[in-house]
Each structure stands twice: as structure tokens, then as C-alpha cells.
């Protein structure tokens, strides 16, 4: 089975342009924080977004170095740190999804076996990955639409 066969086709994606006012209105419509992509006007991804990237924005120590530095400073870093860092009122409209994407994100082809994508998210640790067509963002795919296309292919969904 491929992963076109099991991905979600129809996502959420930005631009560039997108402020973090916008960017936090579409965040609050997710259950969970999401993976969200950023796209050029072609359709091609050149980012994503998470919390952790917003979040990473206004802390004092990255989130990604946060691990080492709680050791280092023997104090847990945590989202509540936000609460003690200054952020001007206008942060939402002058931080753009240019400024807080990821541009190194790891993605799948649309041709792929789904065996692949799940080595792929068992050995990147994670749940979620965008799907290409080229260089074009065509879906998503999460371990949970791999096994609901597994299950579905056995008859039973």
C-alpha cells in the first residue's frame, strides 16, 4: 500500500505572509498542537509550523537546547516560562510564518510504500509527516491514517 492511498488530502496550509494572530486562530481550531505547512504560491512546501516553534520565539533559551540547559541550570524549563517574558502587543501582527517555520522538515513522496513512512516516523519519533509530489506539498500522513488504511484494506472499516 502507498502512502497516496492512506494520506489526507485536504489540510490546512499558510503562506509566508501569515501572521501569528492568523496562525494562532488556525492553531485553536486543532484538539492537539498541529503540524501546520507553509507553502509558496506554487503549492510547494517550504516549512512547517508547531507550538514549539512559536513558543521557541519568545523564550529565552531555545526549546530545542531547552533539555541541555535545565541540567546545565538545574531548573526545568517550561511553556510557562512565556509568562515572565516581555512581548509587545503587536508580536501577532509583526511575526510572519517566514519568521517561525522550520525549514529543515522531514517529508515523504506521495509513491511510497507505507512500510517506509512508518520506519521513517518510528525513527524520527514522529506522529506526523507532510507529502510530496515533487517538491509539492499533495497531504499529509499520521501513523493513525496508516492503520486505519491497513485496517480498512482487511475489510474492517
Do not use: C
Request: net charge neutral; proline share 4%.
Amino acid at each position: 500500500m502507498k502512502i497516496r492511498d492512506v494520506m489526507i488530502s485536504e489540510i490546512a496550509t499558510v503562506k509566508r505572509s501569515t501572521t501569528l494572530n492568523k496562525l494562532l486562530e488556525i492553531f485553536s481550531k486543532f484538539h492537539i498542537s498541529p503540524l501546520l505547512p507553509v507553502v509558496d504560491n506554487s503549492g510547494n512546501l517550504v516549512g512547517t509550523i508547531t507550538l514549539e516553534d512559536i513558543i521557541e520565539q519568545f523564550s529565552v533559551i531555545p526549546l530545542r537546547m531547552s533539555r541541555i540547559a535545565k541540567y546545565a541550570y538545574s531548573e526545568n524549563l517550561s511553556i510557562n516560562d512565556l509568562q515572565n517574558v516581555e512581548i509587545p502587543e503587536d508580536a501577532g501582527t509583526l511575526f510572519l510564518a517566514d519568521d517561525l517555520m522550520n525549514k529543515k522538515t522531514i517529508t515523504i513522496p506521495a509513491s511510497a510504500d507505507i512500510k517506509e513512512a512508518e520506519r521513517m516516523m518510528n525513527l524520527n519519533r514522529i506522529e506526523i509527516v507532510p507529502v510530496l509530489d515533487g517538491k509539492k506539498l499533495v497531504g499529509m500522513v499520521t501513523k493513525f491514517d496508516i492503520v486505519l488504511g491497513i485496517l480498512r484494506n482487511k475489510g474492517i472499516f
